[in-house]
């Protein structure tokens, strides 16, 4: 069995790494991005850069141990252990100097997730989680924000990367949800908005259309920090989380939203 702790300082130590990659060339001008899905789905040599760092010390580190990754998809899938990463959430942020980016780490043992870690070298913010253990930012214990009426929350969101031809692109549920609260925002990296959301910074989330490297290691941050995450039926890794009465809420809202 792996001893966590220890675990969870390497990965710590190579998210503070994949954080110098970053900054090195963070605001440099220069910085060429190319496009996935549509134009609004970016990935800079920096993306690539911080996977290949990640791939590499995990590969040392863990050799039987197997890796599903934003730019590379699956390594060794077959293995009881996979590290589930997003070497840069928030790319579009990155490439417009925006310094709210992050890098996600999450360990799954058959499918559970066992750690995770969410860092923001801009910030120098790391957000930290070990199953049962509890959530931490600079050793302080984690706990959601106790809110519970909806018009005192701050809520973020986000909108896919085919929300130009996808039906389902969340401007029916944004437009629904903005009236009912105190404010949102789309901060443009779910797995900061995830942290916060741990840290009762923000009092509540919710996204279509994510993939499982934007929200495992936050997921499990908002769970050990008495949070809750509830999945939405349209499209896959849809969600909505914040504390167990807010997290209801909002997904009672979208359901009306969407005439259920
Ligand atoms: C994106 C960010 C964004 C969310 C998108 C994600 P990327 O990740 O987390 O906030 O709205 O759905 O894909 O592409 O910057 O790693
Ligand atoms: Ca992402
Ligand atoms: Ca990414």
Redo the contacts with the bound molecule.
């Keep these: 069995m792996l001893q966590l702790e220890k675990v969870m300082d390497k990965v710590k130590e190579w998210a503070r790494e994949v954080g110098r990659i970053q900054m090195d060339c963070f605001r440099e001008a220069g910085l060429s991005y190319g496009t996935k899905v549509s134009t609004s ?2 990935v800079t040599e920096v ?1 690539e850069r911080s996977e290949k760092f990640l791939m590499e010390a995990i590969g040392e580190a863990f050799p039987h141990h197997g890796i599903l990754s ?1 730019e590379y998809g699956d390594y060794h899938k077959e293995s009881e252990y996979i590290w589930v990463l ?1 070497p ?7 490439v417009q100097g925006i310094p709210i ?1 992050a890098v996600s780490i999450a360990l799954q043992h058959r499918g559970e997730t066992l750690l995770g870690v969410v860092y923001n070298p801009a910030l120098e913010e790391m957000f930290e989680a070990v199953k049962g253990q509890g959530a931490y930012f600079r050793g302080k214990a984690l706990k959601v924000s106790p809110r519970e009426d909806l018009k005192e929350c701050v809520l973020a969101t ?4 085919d929300k130009d031809t996808h039906p389902q692109n969340n401007i029916n549920y944004f437009s629904h949800l903005v009236p009912m609260i105190r404010g949102i925002r ?6 900061i ?1 995830l942290a916060y959301v741990a840290a009762g910074i923000l009092d509540g989330f919710w ?1 279509l ?3 499982a ?2 929200v495992e290691a936050g997921n499990l941050m908002i769970k050990e920090a008495g949070g809750k995450i509830i999945d939405l039926p349209e499209r896959e890794v849809s969600q909505v989380a914040g504390n167990p009465v807010i997290c209801q809420k909002i997904y009672q809202e979208l359901r009306k939203a969407a005439g259920d």
């Design positions: 789905d970016l993306d934003e997003d840069l959430d928030g790319t579009t942020n990155y980016f986000g909108f896919p990367y789309r901060m443009g990296a779910a797995a908005d996204e259309n994510l993939k490297w934007d």
